[in-house]
T-cell receptor, first 115, second 111 residues
């Protein structure tokens, strides 16, 4: 149980393009979803927390107008990287948790490369 | 600033040995503790979680929690080369759903 699906796995696109990443909880209702970014050989960095039907809460230093998060249902959250630039190239990972004392379960991640 | 500290390693053990991974945390209000395994280039995978003081065993893995000492550990018995990965300790902030991650300990199990 507790499967989180993330799509796409890889994205390569030109600078200035907007990229949308989807995160779905397949077998549970995800009341809270999280978006992380991880640069090579570094630890996970939390970007934002989203609750279904509410605006996302962004961590300090994360531009909310650049990283648009939508959590429209209890099974789907999306992260859109707008006008992506090479410095946005990274490994983006979502996680989801349900109600009560539930662990966060991670999606497989999306490797984003901006040329 | 709430912190989770791990020895970055690398920790190297021979196949069949016990690997011991340690973690300390600063927030006394923390109630939930997690160990994730992350293979190179992959996303984290939940290994164990523990909420109460003492030991929790699941197969070859044992998580140990001591809230008084603000210390949590993960023991891997009969270590296998496939256990070679980075192990992330994570602590749920008191009153929040957010996790604070340590930087991870890289474990290498030598055949």
């Amino acid at each position: 149980g507790a499967v989180v699906s993330q799509h796409p796995s890889w994205v390569i696109c030109k600078s200035g393009t907007s990229v949308k990443i989807e995160c779905r909880s397949l077998d549970f209702q995800a009341t809270t979803m999280f978006w992380y970014r991880q640069f090579p050989k570094q630890s996970l960095m939390l970007m934002a927390t989203s609750n279904e039907g509410s605006k996302a809460t962004y961590e300090q230093g994360v531009e909310k107008d650049k990283f648009l998060i939508n959590h429209a249902s209890l099974t789907l959250s999306t992260l859109t990287v707008t006008s992506a630039h090479p410095e946005d190239s990274s490994f983006y990972i979502c996680s989801a948790t349900g109600t009560g004392f539930q662990p966060q379960h991670f999606g497989d991640g999306t490797r984003l490369s901006i040329l | 600033q709430k912190e989770v500290e791990q020895n970055s390693g690398p920790l190297s053990v021979p196949e069949g040995a016990i690997a011991s991974l340690n973690c300390t945390y600063s927030d006394r209000g923390s109630q939930s503790f997690f160990w994730y395994r992350q293979y190179s280039g992959k996303s984290p995978e939940l290994i164990m979680f523990i909420y109460s003081n003492g030991d929790k065993e699941d197969g070859r893995f044992t998580a140990q929690l001591n809230k008084a000492s603000q210390y949590v550990s993960l023991l891997i018995r009969d270590s296998q080369p496939s256990d070679s990965a980075t192990y992330l300790c994570a602590v749920k902030e008191g009153g929040s759903e957010k996790l604070v991650f340590g930087k991870g300990t890289k474990l290498t199990v030598n055949p």
